[in-house]
């Protein structure tokens, strides 16, 4: 069973970053071998399809999953009315922890990036929107990734950009438990397999 996040004990110091990466690392990994994670995910990616849609995107920035990150890409690639939207994925590079998006044809990943993720040999592209994968996130919008910050320091740059961040529901921390920084960039829209926020 996944508990969400207990309430904070005012005389308990709040957990760490890493421990809140730890704990829903592993309440990721039990769900997505559950019996109940493969209709959360079609209703997750409904939800992200119908997001994405009604923002009339010209280039979509999706990812290669990683570990027990949800794939969302195969539905944005067969929606019709994404068809003509095109798709891209970021290729980060450890050296100066950059990140730039390469244009994509949805299929196996051609090539893997600096950190090891699968990515695409295209020609670079700066999306419109990009789908970003949470391991956690807060109802304001911030997002808690794995702690490398190419999303971060990505989104900075690129203010114009919609962020639409997907997680599972139980992903969800309080915000007494997540102190915002001054480099977290908050999210557009957060997609989870019980709706959009």
Known sequence: MIETTPPRDAGHAAPSRTELRTRLLADRKAFVASPAAEAALRTL????????????????????PLGSESNVADAIA????????TLALPYARREG????YRRWRHGEPTVADGCGIGSSTGTGTEPDVVVVPCLGYTASGHRLGYGGGYY????????HVTAVGVA???????????DARPHDVPLAVVVTDRGAR
């Open 78 to 85: 067969a929606d019709v009315r994404l068809s003509k939207t």
């Open 168 to 178: 599972w529901w139980f992903a969800e921390v309080d915000a007494a438990l997540f």
């Open 152 to 159: 971060d320091r990505w989104l900075a740059a690129h203010p």
């Open 45 to 64: 990616c409904a939800t992200l399809v119908d997001t994405l849609a009604a923002l009339e995107p010209s280039c979509i920035g999706v990812y290669c």
């Open 97 to 100: 922890r950059t990140m730039t």
